[in-house]
C-alpha cells in the first residue's frame, strides 16, 4: 500500500497511526502542501484524489481519501487487532469522538481555510492564531468532558487498547501544542495523549518522525 | 428513539433521511439553535451531548452525537434496507464521499462559525456569503468529479439504492440552494439529487416539513 501524505498533516497522520497499530507495510508518497504552489492541487494528485486533500491510501490501482473512510475500509480488510471496541453503542461512542475532532475541530484550521482567512478576509497573524485557539480550545474542552468520568474511559479513550477516538485525539493534540493552545483545562485529554505516546505505533507516526519531515 | 433536531441543521437532516428509509419511528425534540442564545448551548442539552451541537439521538436512556456517528450505530442496530453498499471498496468509496460533505464543506458553513465570522473577524454579509459559496463551490465541484463518470455512479451515488453519500449530498445540496450556489456546473450532482427528492423518505426528512419548520 502506497501513503499519500504530508508529515504535519494531522489527517495523515491518523492514518499512520492506524497503519503501524495494524503492523501494515506500507510506502510514504510526499505530497508537499506548501512546495510548487501546493503539490496536492497538481493534476496529477487531482486524478488521484478530486478533493485535493491528504491523505490517501493506494492499493494497488485502486485509491480512496478521507482518513475515516480509509481507517473503516483497514478495519474491515485488516480487523487485527481492532480498532473499533465490540458493541453498536461503544462503536458509536468511539466514532462521535473521532467524527467530532474530523468535523468539528480539525477542518476549521486546515491550511487552505487559514490561507483564506489571510488571503481573502485579510485577517492578520493575531486575528488567525486567535481563531485556531478559539476552535481547538472549545473542541478539546467538549473531548475532555466526553471522556472525563465516563464510565468506559480507560487508558485510553475507550477501554485498555486504542481505538479510532485516540487516533484522531493525538494528531489534534499535536497541532494544539504547535499552536500554543491552552490545555492545562484538560487532563484527561492530556493523560490520554501521553498514554497513546508511550506506544511506538503513535511515535513513529508522528510528523518529526516522517520521511518528508522539516522537523 | 428521539431526535433532537433542529429543522434547518444539515446534520439532522441526514439521520432524518436515514431513519425514513430504515423505516424507523422517532419523536422530534426541537433544539432551536437561534433561540433564547442558542438552546444547544444550555446545560440540559449539554448533559445530553457536550458538544453542544445538533443532532442527538436517543435511544432509551443512552444517546450519541455526530451524523455519522449516529447512521453507522443505525446501519448496525437495523440494517435493512442497507445504507452500505457491498464491498470493502465500495463502502470505502461511499464513507469517502459523505466524509467529504461532513468534514470539509460543512462545519466552514456552521452557524456557529458564520457568527465567529460576524462578530469576531468583523466579516460583513457579502464577504461571509463569499466564504459560504467558495467552499460549497469548490466543495461540489470535488464531488461532482468523484461522481461524474465514475463507474460505480448509478442512479443515486453509488448503483441503484441510497447509501450514506446520497444522505450527505441532498442535505449540502439544500444548503447551496439557500444561499444561492452556483450549481450549474454540477450535473451529476443535480440529476442525482433530483433523483433522491423522488423519493418520500428524502422529501419527508427536508426541513420545511419538519414540526420545527419555520418554512
Known amino acids: 500500500m502506497k501513503l499519500y501524505s504530508y508529515f504535519r498533516s494531522s489527517a495523515a497522520y491518523r492514518v499512520r497511526i492506524a497503519l503501524n497499530l495494524k503492523g501494515l507495510a506500507y510506502e510514504t508518497v510526499a505530497v508537499h502542501l506548501l512546495k510548487d504552489g501546493g503539490q496536492q492541487l497538481s493534476d496529477g494528485y487531482r486524478q488521484l484524489n478530486p478533493t485535493a486533500l491528504v491523505p490517501t ?30 458493541g453498536a453503542r461503544a462503536r458509536a461512542r468511539v466514532r462521535a469522538i473521532a467524527q467530532f475532532i474530523a468535523c468539528d475541530i480539525h477542518p476549521l484550521n486546515n491550511l487552505r481555510v487559514l490561507k483564506y482567512l489571510k488571503h481573502t478576509l485579510e485577517a492578520d497573524e493575531e486575528a488567525r492564531n486567535a481563531w485556531y485557539r478559539h476552535w481547538v480550545g472549545q473542541g478539546l474542552a467538549a473531548v475532555e468532558t466526553m471522556l472525563a468520568g465516563h464510565p468506559d474511559t480507560g487508558r485510553y479513550c475507550h477501554g485498555a487498547q486504542p481505538t479510532f477516538a485516540d487516533l484522531f485525539l493525538v494528531p489534534q493534540v499535536a497541532n494544539a501544542r504547535r499552536y500554543d493552545c491552552d490545555l492545562s483545562a484538560m487532563p484527561t485529554v492530556l493523560r490520554i495523549d501521553a498514554a497513546c505516546n508511550e506506544l511506538a505505533a503513535f511515535r513513529q507516526a508522528a510528523p518529526g518522525n516522517q520521511p518528508d519531515s522539516e522537523g
Chains 1, 2 share one sequence.
Open 57 to 86: 491510501l493506494a492499493d494497488g490501482d485502486w485509491a480512496v481519501g478521507q482518513s475515516m473512510a480509509i481507517l473503516e475500509y483497514l478495519e474491515e480488510t485488516h480487523p487485527e487487532p481492532a480498532l473499533l471496541p465490540a
